[in-house]
């Protein structure tokens, strides 16, 4: 019989069975014809694409769009209303080899456990609610909190902690799960610049290393600098290619409608300005694409 648990820190429901076996010849991620709908309102409409291993994708489009749905749907916390999701050839609800970080409001920073409890949490999946670490998932731990720059912060509060600590913490998590993938959402957003590079420069060691990287984010110049590939989305997938494709007036357009703005400067070509939300909501609140 296969139970499920979750908690505040914890959004993923953790498993107790076996994780399936993958095949990989299969994708590491792959939706068909997907749909969600909350009380008869779309929020994902027919949505299909494909990611192979280790690829590093930006999901980008307007608030509303569907990106954290789009995650949800991944991890197996939300279910379809049609359409089907394949994780390396099979559900996504038992695999352990997705590493979700979500965005930091919808944590419950309340929650009382330490920055080694947190990270330990990555490792429940693989060794079961009723098992007591050994000596192999400590060393998992403490390896994953060196490797996000964590290690220091292993006995304090989760609650405790500045935006960017809790955001290496679910990274190093996140590693501990022994993740092949990570998804991302808004992870920048709220942090301060040398947060922010602290971040970035271990989603590159990351990405280095053939983990692969799918991150919801609304910074443009960071989506067409630093990733391969961009899903444009806009409840349906608009586009999918790479940034030197897709980072156009007239494709952005397309996802963005009158959200897009062509500020005529030297320095940039495209600026987006979200009005239908606050800045504090947008995180940056305008980003600019050169």
């Known amino acids: 019989m296969r139970g499920a648990l979750s908690n505040p820190i914890n959004p993923m429901p953790i498993f107790f069975r076996r994780p399936p076996l993958h095949r990989h010849n299969a994708p590491t991620i792959e939706l068909d014809r997907v749909c969600v709908a909350y009380a008869d309102r779309p929020a994902l409409e027919d949505v299909s694409f494909q990611v192979r291993r280790g690829e590093r994708v930006a999901v980008v489009g307007p608030n509303g ?3 954290s749905t789009l995650f949800n749907v991944i991890v197996g916390t939300v279910k379809p209303s ?16 997705i590493g979700y970080v979500p965005q ?8 009382p456990a330490t920055v080694w409890d947190v990270v330990m949490m990555g490792r429940t999946a693989r060794i079961g609610l009723l098992r007591r670490p050994g000596r192999a998932d400590r060393q998992m731990v403490e390896q994953a909190l060196v490797e996000a720059q964590a290690a220091d912060l292993a006995r304090r509060q989760i609650g405790e902690l500045s935006g960017g600590q809790q955001q290496r913490v679910f990274l190093a998590r996140a590693l501990a799960q022994e993740a092949e993938v990570l998804l991302l959402d808004e992870p920048l957003t709220g942090l301060d610049t040398p947060s922010q590079q602290a971040v970035l420069e271990i989603l590159e060691g990351l990405g280095s290393r053939g983990i692969g990287i799918l991150v919801a984010t609304h910074d443009l110049g960071q989506a067409a600098q630093m990733y ?8 349906r997938l608009i586009a999918d290619g790479p940034p030197s494709q897709l980072m156009t007036s007239q494709m952005l357009s397309r996802a963005y409608g009158s959200h897009l703005h062509i500020l005529p400067t030297p320095d940039a070509t495209v600026a987006l300005a979200d ?3 606050s800045d504090e ?4 609140g305008m980003e600019l694409v050169g």
């Open 65 to 67: 769009a569907g990106k």
């Open 281 to 284: 909501e947008m995180g940056e």
């Open 82 to 97: 049609s359409g089907k999701v394949s994780i390396y050839g099979s559900g996504p609800a038992e695999h352990t080899c």
């Open 104 to 111: 930091r409001n919808k944590i419950d920073w309340r929650f």
């Open 228 to 235: 391969d590939r961009i899903l444009l989305l806009n409840r």
């Open 275 to 277: 009005e239908c939300c």
